[in-house]
DNA sequence: CTTGTCGCTTGCTTTTTGCAAGTCAAAAGG
DNA sequence: CCTTTTGACTTGCAAAAAGCAAGCGACAAG
């Protein structure tokens, strides 16, 4: 008889750090939000991203942040059921989340590059 | 006959977010950063923390950090050899990170409490 | 000389991740 | 029509990480 752990909704703490990253510290959800913040809206274009999410994950993903309110998702075509995943107000105010992160990591993670700069590279 | 996975060192990809996320995309890691901020420096302060962190994640994610250049320890005592950690300047540069994410956090997700407000309930 | 504490380490179970393959409906090509 | 392809997932399974409890070494206190 094994009882149960914490339940996923239950926070942590009352922190509000750790309230976030109870939603988004994982190592692939930023990512997902980051795609919709460059205007992606369809399955295949987030697993189209360099990373490369695993399947699994991205389903799991899109349905734990509509349930959370961050991204909703309407049909663009029925038979077959498609649809465009875009974020919510909720979602758009992780802006500055992201943007710190990029910060960072342009400036203490060596290698990386903005997207402006890796397309300056193609040029 | 298993082929090894992406080494840890290397990162996903060159994008900045996902170069921040490789070090600190985790459920436990920017919250003993955000211990770090609040003045804490020794293992028990972090293991009281209220998330509740594992022992051996503790351990772990401390080497970790302090591999990656985030975090130092100096020895406050030898016999029994004991040590502080506290941030370096590259630690300390998440300070928009986290204030970004406490910032959503008191937004967004419900029963969320400062430190001042916590501390202001106990009066 | 026993008990307690601090800072970990070890062992083991449960959960999550990651990969590959499969499915399902429809659009595309012949 | 009848394959082949494509988009969006789902499923199965192995590997990795998380989580829990217990143990350990060096002292300090009683």
Not at 13 to 34: F, M, Q
């Amino acid at each position: 008889m094994s009882r149960s752990r914490r339940p996923a909704s239950a926070p942590r703490s009352p922190c509000p750090v750790a309230g976030s990253l109870d939603l988004i510290g994982d190592r692939w959800t930023l990512l997902v939000i980051r795609d919709l913040f460059w205007g992606k809206t369809r399955y295949g274009e987030f697993l189209a991203s360099p990373e490369g999410i695993p399947t699994n994950i991205l389903a799991e993903r899109l349905t734990r942040l509509e349930m959370a309110g961050l991204v909703r998702s309407a049909p663009y075509q029925r038979r077959p059921p498609r649809h465009a995943y875009e974020l919510t107000p909720k979602g758009r105010d992780l802006q500055p989340v992201l943007a710190a992160l990029a910060k960072w990591g342009r400036r203490h993670v060596p290698g990386t590059k903005t997207r402006d700069e890796l397309a300056a590279e193609k040029a």
